[in-house]
C-alpha cells in the first residue's frame, strides 16, 4: 500500500493537542526578528513532547525569512536545548511537485487555480518553486500537521507586518481545519510578542476581515 503523499489532516476536536503556545511563540519571534523573544520561547518549548515540532517550525522559517533566519534560530536551538540535529526527512524529489499541488490546493481551496495563474503571470519559475517547494518539499513535510504549519505561519507573518501574505494564510488556516478562536490565538500571540502597536493593530484588522468573510459566507 503506497504511503499517502501528505500526513492526513485531523479531525478539529484534537488541534488543541497539536498547536501549543510555545510553537507560536517561536514562529511569531522569528517574524518579528527579536533574538531575545526567540530565545525565551524556545527555551519554553524545550521539552521532549515539543522537540520535533520545534525543528519543523524552525525548519520552515526559511520559506519567509531566508535560510540566515532558520540557521540562526537551528543554531540558537542546539545551543539553548544541547539536542542533536534530527534526522533527515526521506526526501523524495520527485513526489515534491504532486505533493505541493495537493497541500497548496488544501490551503487555498476555490481560489488555488487563481493563485497559481497570477503566480505564473509574476514569473513562471516562482509559480514552480511556490508548488514544488514551498508546498511540496517544506510545507508537506512530515513531523507536523499541516494545521499546526498554518497556524504557526500565521503568527510569523503577523509579526512580520505583511498584511497580503497574512491573508491568504489566515484563510489558509481556516480552511485546512483551524477554528476561528485557534487563529485568533496565533495572532494575539504575534501581537504579544511583537510588541509594536501598530503592527499589532494592521494585523488585527486583516483576521477581522477575513473572519467577518469567512463568517457571511457560513465557513465556520
Not at 106 to 125: K, M
Not at 163 to 190: C, F, I, M
Amino acid at each position: 500500500m503506497p504511503r499517502p503523499l501528505i500526513p492526513p489532516l485531523p479531525h478539529p476536536s484534537h488541534l488543541r493537542t497539536l498547536v501549543t503556545a510555545p510553537l507560536l511563540r517561536i514562529a511569531a519571534a522569528m517574524g518579528a526578528r527579536d533574538q531575545a523573544a526567540l530565545e525565551a520561547a524556545l527555551q519554553a518549548a524545550d521539552r521532549e513532547d515539543l522537540a520535533a515540532r520545534v525543528e519543523e517550525v524552525l525548519v520552515q522559517g526559511y520559506l519567509f525569512l531566508g535560510y540566515p533566519a532558520a540557521l540562526n534560530g537551528l543554531a540558537l536551538w542546539r545551543r539553548l536545548s544541547g539536542r542533536p540535529a534530527s534526522a533527515p526527512a526521506p526526501d523524495e524529489p520527485q513526489e515534491w511537485a504532486t505533493r505541493g499541488a495537493r497541500v497548496c490546493q488544501a490551503v487555498y481551496g476555490g481560489q488555488y487555480e487563481g493563485l497559481r495563474e497570477n503566480i505564473r503571470s509574476l514569473h513562471p519559475d516562482m509559480e514552480r518553486w511556490m508548488v514544488q517547494e514551498g508546498y511540496g518539499k517544506v510545507l508537506g513535510r512530515p513531523g507536523l500537521e499541516l494545521v499546526c504549519r498554518e497556524l504557526c505561519i500565521v503568527a510569523l507573518l503577523a509579526a512580520l507586518d505583511v498584511p497580503r501574505q497574512l491573508h491568504s494564510h489566515l484563510r489558509g488556516a481556516l480552511q485546512v481545519g483551524a477554528s476561528p478562536e485557534q487563529v485568533e490565538r496565533a495572532v494575539a500571540v504575534a501581537a504579544e510578542v511583537g510588541g509594536d502597536p501598530g503592527v499589532a493593530t494592521r494585523s488585527r484588522e486583516v483576521w477581522d476581515a477575513v473572519r467577518t468573510r469567512w463568517t457571511q459566507k457560513g465557513e465556520e
